[in-house]
């Protein structure tokens, strides 16, 4: 499966679809899906749409394109039900999904932000208050700040 996604979203980003030939709306039919691997940071996660079976992957935790463009996730989908011991079929099956993250061009940001300043009252027009300091988190393109 392949999905894309625009760095800071959040939502559905892709729906698996599995091939169940239980009777529907049975523990036997219902599946259950679960990622096993490629989200460190749960970044992702994976519900059961109770209508049709399918797999709806999300993104809760926004995804940075500097950081990681490329994520690659194992989903295991297994039924509610345990299978019968003696059946030959395994009792799940795996899935690849890569989602792409789509870069979109940031504000710059302030450090620290907020920044705390004292100054005695009174102070001349013109007096020195603070040093302001700005980056812009778009780090693989060249941009100025003014």
Same mark, same amino acid.
């Given at each position: ?16 679809? *599995?091939? &169940?030939? &239980? ?7 219902? !599946?259950? @899906?679960?990622?096993?691997?490629? &989200? ?10 109770? &209508? ?5 992957? %999300? ?9 990681? !463009? ?13 299978? *019968?011991?003696?059946?030959? @079929? ?53 941009? %100025?700040?003014?």
């Amino acid at each position: 499966f392949e999905a894309r996604v625009h760095e800071g979203s959040r939502g559905v980003v892709v729906n698996l679809t *599995v091939d &169940d030939r &239980d009777d529907p709306a049975t523990g036997a039919w219902r !599946a259950m @899906y679960s990622i096993i691997s490629g &989200d460190p940071t749960q970044r992702f996660e994976i519900q059961t749409n109770p &209508d049709n079976n399918e797999g709806m992957l %999300s993104v809760v935790k926004p995804l940075d394109y500097e950081t990681t !463009a490329l994520h690659t996730l194992l989903i295991r989908v297994e039924n509610e039900d345990p299978l *019968v011991p003696e059946v030959g @079929y395994g009792p799940s099956s795996t899935a690849t999904v890569h989602v792409t993250v789509e870069d979109i061009n940031e504000g710059p940001v302030f450090f620290p932000d907020p920044l705390i300043v004292t100054r005695m009252e009174n102070i001349p027009v013109g007096s020195f208050v603070a040093s302001l300091n700005a980056t812009d988190p778009d780090i693989l393109e060249i941009q %100025s700040i003014r």
